[in-house]
């Protein structure tokens, strides 16, 4: 059974990394609750940066639902072409915008479940904005914090809601508005998911019960030794046809 973070070493991870970003704020770019809310949208399964070069050209022309609902899908969709899953996403959003319209005022609703009500918008969604718009100690758990979480024994968890309703359990009041943005920059930056997690610059390693450390140049690649090598094919003992029978059959073009 693999062994869960003691109390006392969970306020120091979080002294840590709050020692080392004292005032963490997410990447998207965003200027009011509405912006958040669309960028944040518009997210996932993209890159914070590729969200961000497409909403640099589209919430100077539209920054409010109003303008949304006005530029239409097919127009939106040209903005966000770049960005993963962009048709289901456009059509999210003008029908999100719509509802923000007809029954809120056009007003971001601070609450987590009247946010989850709006066409794409899950739980991650509502609570990055409750977080980040409305400054609610609201954890978004991603992949990112998933990994850590887990990786570290902060807060294991199967799915991403054990892991989220465990966070919320073990992580002190004093660090919960800021441990979303914490936990994902560190797993974004240091604890990566591609490659080993960088424990040699890892300000939290002392505490984290990850093993074994990645060293510093990673590890050393395994030897392959001989009965691990793949065994080489026999040669086929077929004969091969004779050549005047190739013509007749048409080989398969393989896909471009
Ligand atoms: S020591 Fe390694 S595994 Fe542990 S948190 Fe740091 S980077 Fe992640």
Not at 2 to 12: K, L, S
Not at 170 to 177: M, R
Request: hydrophobic letters at 35%; glycine letters at 6%.
């Amino acid at each position: 059974m693999p062994r869960n973070m003691t109390r006392a070493n969970i306020a120091a991870f979080y002294e840590i990394l709050s020692q080392v970003k004292p005032a963490p704020d997410t990447e998207l770019t965003y200027h009011d609750p509405y912006t958040l809310l669309i960028a944040v949208t518009l997210s996932a399964q993209a890159t914070d940066v590729g969200v961000n070069k497409a909403t640099a050209k589209l919430f100077p022309v539209a920054d409010t639902p109003w303008k949304m609902v006005a530029l239409g899908e097919e127009k939106l969709g040209e903005h966000i072409r770049t960005i993963g899953l962009w048709r289901n996403k456009a059509k999210n959003v003008i029908k999100l915008s719509q509802m923000l319209i007809d029954e809120h005022g056009g007003v971001v609703p601070q609450d987590r479940d009247e946010l989850q009500k709006l066409p794409g918008v899950g739980r991650k969604t509502a609570n990055v904005v409750c977080n980040v718009a409305f400054g609610q100690p609201t954890i978004a758990v991603d992949t990112h914090i998933f990994r850590v979480s887990n990786r570290t024994g902060l807060a294991r968890g199967k799915d991403v809601l054990a892991v989220e309703q465990r966070l919320e359990k073990v992580t002190p009041s004093e660090y919960l508005l800021h441990a979303h943005h914490w936990l994902i920059l560190h797993g974004r930056y240091i604890c990566k998911a591609m490659g080993d997690p960088e424990c040699w610059r890892c300000p939290v390693r002392d505490l984290c019960l990850y093993a074994p450390k990645t060293p510093e140049g990673g590890f050393p690649k395994a030897k392959k030794t001989g009965a691990a090598q793949t065994p080489k094919k026999k040669k086929s003992m077929r004969k091969k046809p004779p050549l005047k029978s190739v013509g007749k059959t048409k080989a398969k073009e393989s896909p471009a």
